[in-house]
C-alpha cells in the first residue's frame, strides 16, 4: 500500500485543511505514515502570515531534494498559502516538487494529482467541501469550517491574497456535518473561519449568531467554540446566542492589533480604539466571565512610543486572560509595504517584551482567581505532562490537567476542583 506524509504549519484552518488532504489520500487507498522517510508522498502545508515562511518552505524543499534523487518514484507536494503565493516560482525553484496547490483547492486534490505538475492556485466556483472525508485525529473535538477566505484589506495581512475572497457554506451543510462528528464522539465543535462572524448563508441570509444557535441545538453538542472573529462583525444576534446557550464556551478571541486608533486606520481595520472598548463592553455586559483573548502586532510602520502606550494603555483595561503578539512582518504585495517608516527591530522586541510582561500579571490574575472553585470541565485525552492525569477544557477555554477516576471516559464532563495555576493552564482533581 502506498503511503503519505503531511508535515502542516501554521492555523487551525491549515490543521483542518491536513485532515482533509489526509481523508481525500486515505479514500484513495493510501495509508498515513509519520515519517518522510517511510513516505511515498509527502506534502507540506504551509503558512505564509508572518517571518520569512518562504524560506522555511524552501530551505525545507532543499533536504527533500536528496529523497527525490534517491526514490524518484516519490511525489512531493506544496499545499497552503506559500504555495498559492508562490505558485509556479516553486517548480522553478525547486523543480523536483512535483505540484502546488493553494487552500482553495484542497477540495480537488483528486483532480489536482491526476494531472502532471499541476499548479493549482486557483479559487474554483465550486470548492469542495467532503465532510465524510475529513481524517479528524481528536476523538472528542471536530474542526468545522463555515466559511473561507475574507473580505477584510487589512494593510499587513497576506490573508486576503492567500485563501481568497469570503465564501460561507450554507446552513444545511454546516449542521449536517456537525451531526456526522457529533455522532462519532466530538462532542466539542469548533467553527472555522478566517472572519468567522462574518458568516452569511448564501441561501437563506441567516447570520453568524443565527448559525451559533442552530449548532448549539444540535442534539449532543457539549460545547461549542469558534475562531476567529473580526471586532467590525460582532452584532447583537453573536452576543445574545452566546449568553443565551449554556455550551457555547465563553471564550472570545478579538484580535486587537493596536490600542492606537492613529496605527488602527493605517492598519485598515475598520474600528477606532473607543469602538473597540465599546464592543468588549456590551460582550462583557451580557457575559460577565467571558475569557477574552487578542492578537497585537508590535512595531508597525510608523508605531511611535505614543501608539505603542495607547495599546499598553488598552490592554491594562482590558485585562485579556490570553494575548498573542507578534513583530510586523513585510508580507509580500500587502499595502503596508509602502506605508511609514519601518520600527527599529531592536525597538519592535523591547515593546514586545514590555507588552508581554504587562500582560503576564493579568493572566496570573486571571489564573489565580480559580483557585478552589468546581468547574465544569470537558476531558479531551490523558494529560500531556503525565499520562496518568487527564486533561480538558473549562468552559471558557483554559486547560485543566487532573487527576480522577481511570475509567472517565473521553468526551464527558466533570466537575474538577482546582487546585492550583501553572504557567497557562490549570491543575485539580475530579470531584
Ligand atoms: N506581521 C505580523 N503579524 C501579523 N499577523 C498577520 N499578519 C501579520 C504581519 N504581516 C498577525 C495578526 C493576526 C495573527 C493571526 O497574525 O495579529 O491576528
Known amino acids: 500500500m502506498k503511503t503519505f506524509y503531511i508535515e502542516t504549519w501554521g492555523c487551525q484552518m491549515n490543521d483542518l485543511d491536513s485532515q482533509r488532504l489526509s481523508g481525500s489520500l486515505k479514500l484513495r487507498g493510501l495509508r498515513r505514515v509519520d515519517s518522510e522517510l517511510e513516505a511515498d508522498m509527502i506534502l507540506l502545508n504551509t503558512c505564509s502570515i508572518r517571518?520569512?515562511?518562504?524560506?522555511?518552505?524552501?530551505?525545507?524543499?532543499?533536504?527533500?531534494?536528496?529523497?527525490?534523487?534517491?526514490?524518484?518514484?516519490?511525489?512531493?507536494?506544496?499545499?497552503?498559502?506559500?504555495?498559492?503565493?508562490?505558485?509556479?516560482?516553486?517548480?522553478?525553484?525547486?523543480p523536483w516538487v512535483d505540484f502546488v496547490m493553494g487552500p482553495g483547492n484542497v477540495g480537488h486534490l483528486d483532480a489536482v494529482l491526476d494531472r502532471e505538475h499541476a499548479v493549482a492556485v486557483d479559487f474554483p466556483e465550486d470548492r469542495r467541501y467532503d465532510s465524510l472525508a475529513i481524517d479528524r485525529t481528536s476523538p472528542t473535538k471536530a474542526w468545522v469550517t463555515i466559511m473561507e477566505g475574507c473580505n477584510k484589506n487589512c494593510t499587513f495581512c497576506i490573508v486576503p491574497m492567500t485563501r481568497g475572497?469570503?465564501?460561507?457554506?450554507?446552513?444545511?451543510?454546516?449542521?449536517?456535518?456537525?451531526?456526522?462528528?457529533?455522532?462519532?464522539?466530538?462532542?466539542?465543535?469548533?467553527?472555522?473561519?478566517?472572519?468567522?462572524?462574518?458568516?452569511?448563508?448564501?441561501?437563506?441570509?441567516?447570520?453568524?449568531?443565527?448559525?451559533?444557535?442552530?449548532?448549539?441545538?444540535?442534539?449532543?453538542?457539549?460545547?461549542?467554540?469558534?475562531?476567529?472573529?473580526?471586532?467590525?462583525?460582532?452584532?447583537?444576534?453573536?452576543?445574545?446566542?452566546?449568553?443565551?446557550?449554556?455550551?457555547?464556551?465563553?471564550?472570545?478571541?478579538?484580535?486587537?492589533?493596536?490600542?492606537?486608533?492613529?496605527?488602527?486606520?493605517?492598519?485598515?481595520?475598520?474600528?477606532?480604539?473607543?469602538?473597540y472598548l465599546e464592543i468588549v463592553d456590551r460582550i462583557r455586559e451580557a457575559i460577565p466571565e467571558i475569557h477574552f483573548s487578542t492578537d497585537v502586532i508590535v512595531g508597525f510602520p510608523g508605531e511611535t512610543e505614543e501608539d505603542f502606550q495607547?495599546?499598553?494603555?488598552?490592554?491594562?483595561?482590558?485585562?485579556?486572560?490570553?494575548?498573542?503578539?507578534?513583530?510586523?512582518?513585510?508580507?509580500?504585495?500587502?499595502?503596508?509595504?509602502?506605508?511609514?517608516?519601518?520600527?527599529?527591530?531592536?525597538?519592535?522586541?523591547?515593546?514586545?517584551?514590555?507588552?508581554?510582561?504587562?500582560?503576564?500579571?493579568?493572566?496570573?490574575?486571571?489564573?489565580?482567581?480559580?483557585?478552589?472553585?468546581?468547574?465544569?470541565?470537558?476531558?479531551?485525552?490523558?494529560?500531556?505532562?503525565?499520562?496518568?492525569?487527564?486533561?480538558?477544557?473549562?468552559?471558557?477555554?483554559?486547560?485543566v490537567n487532573f487527576s480522577g477516576n481511570p475509567d472517565t471516559t473521553l468526551g464527558s464532563m466533570l466537575g474538577v476542583r482546582i487546585e492550583s495555576a501553572q504557567h497557562h493552564t490549570l491543575r485539580g482533581e475530579a470531584v
Open 165 to 275: 475572497r469570503e465564501v460561507s457554506r450554507t446552513f444545511d451543510e454546516i449542521l449536517d456535518e456537525v451531526r456526522v462528528a457529533v455522532a462519532s464522539g466530538r462532542v466539542e465543535i469548533e467553527l472555522l473561519g478566517q472572519t468567522v462572524n462574518a458568516y452569511r448563508c448564501h441561501k437563506s441570509g441567516r447570520d453568524f449568531g443565527a448559525l451559533l444557535g442552530a449548532v448549539a441545538e444540535v442534539e449532543g453538542v457539549a460545547r461549542l467554540r469558534f475562531m476567529t472573529s473580526h471586532p467590525a462583525e460582532v452584532n447583537d444576534s453573536m452576543i445574545a446566542a452566546m449568553r443565551d446557550h449554556e455550551n457555547i464556551s465563553r471564550y472570545l478571541h478579538l484580535p486587537v492589533q493596536s490600542g492606537s486608533s492613529r496605527i488602527l486606520r493605517r492598519m485598515k481595520r475598520l474600528y477606532t480604539r473607543e469602538r
Open 310 to 399: 495607547e495599546t499598553l494603555s488598552l490592554i491594562e483595561q482590558i485585562r485579556y486572560g490570553s494575548l498573542f503578539a507578534f513583530k510586523y512582518s513585510p508580507r509580500p504585495g500587502t499595502p503596508s509595504l509602502r506605508i511609514g517608516e519601518p520600527v527599529d527591530d531592536a525597538v519592535a522586541s523591547e515593546r514586545l517584551n514590555r507588552l508581554f510582561e504587562l500582560h503576564e500579571q493579568h493572566k496570573r490574575e486571571r489564573l489565580e482567581s480559580y483557585r478552589g472553585r468546581v468547574l465544569p470541565v470537558l476531558v479531551e485525552g490523558p494529560s500531556k505532562h503525565d499520562p496518568a492525569m487527564f486533561a480538558g477544557r473549562t468552559d471558557d477555554n483554559w486547560v
Open 51 to 94: 517571518d520569512k515562511s518562504e524560506q522555511k518552505v524552501y530551505s525545507h524543499l532543499g533536504r527533500l531534494r536528496e529523497l527525490k534523487e534517491e526514490r524518484s518514484e516519490l511525489k512531493i507536494g506544496v499545499c497552503g498559502c506559500v504555495a498559492q503565493q508562490e505558485g509556479e516560482r516553486i517548480i522553478q525553484r525547486a
